[in-house]
């Protein structure tokens, strides 16, 4: 995703407010806003902040500092956006598999980078992804 929205080749504030727009000042975002924001999302070619908000996550949730985060790491995390030991522990039993979607113990940091690009850009809601931030 790039912040030079009209392409001009110049980040300017405009392209700020071209990004923003859709917003209404509701302090709510549609569906429709979301996608619109996202569109240009590629987990290929992040931007950096986006990348440093990614490496934020993973390394938040992993507690024991061993480069993955299991699924008691995760439930601790998900207790401090509010979210019960109940419901994280369904969403990590439905994004927590391997590539032939096999239950696993932990996560990588790789498996999580998959994850994270699930979670934004896949239309399906019943891929893994979709379950890495909880179960709505």
């Known amino acids: 995703m790039g912040y030079n929205t009209d392409k001009n080749g110049v980040i300017e504030w405009k392209d700020f407010e071209l990004l ?18 996202w569109s240009t999302y590629n987990p ?4 950096i902040w986006l990348w440093e908000y990614l ?12 480069k993955l985060v299991d699924e008691l790491e995760y439930v601790e995390a998900m207790k401090m956006y509010g979210f019960g ?8 039993k439905k994004f927590a598999l391997d590539d ?3 239950s696993i113990r932990a996560i990588d940091y790789g498996q999580f980078v998959k994850l994270w690009a699930e979670y934004f850009c896949s239309k399906d809601k019943n891929s893994p992804g979709s379950y890495l931030f909880g179960i709505w």
């Open 44 to 47: 290929k070619h992040m931007d």
């Open 85 to 92: 030991e109940e419901s994280s522990v369904k969403a990590f």
């Open 20 to 37: 923003f727009d859709d917003i209404d000042y509701t302090q709510r975002i549609t569906i429709e806003e979301w996608n619109r924001f």
């Open 100 to 102: 032939k979607g096999k």
């Open 55 to 66: 490496k934020y996550m993973f390394f938040m949730m992993d507690l024991s500092g061993d």
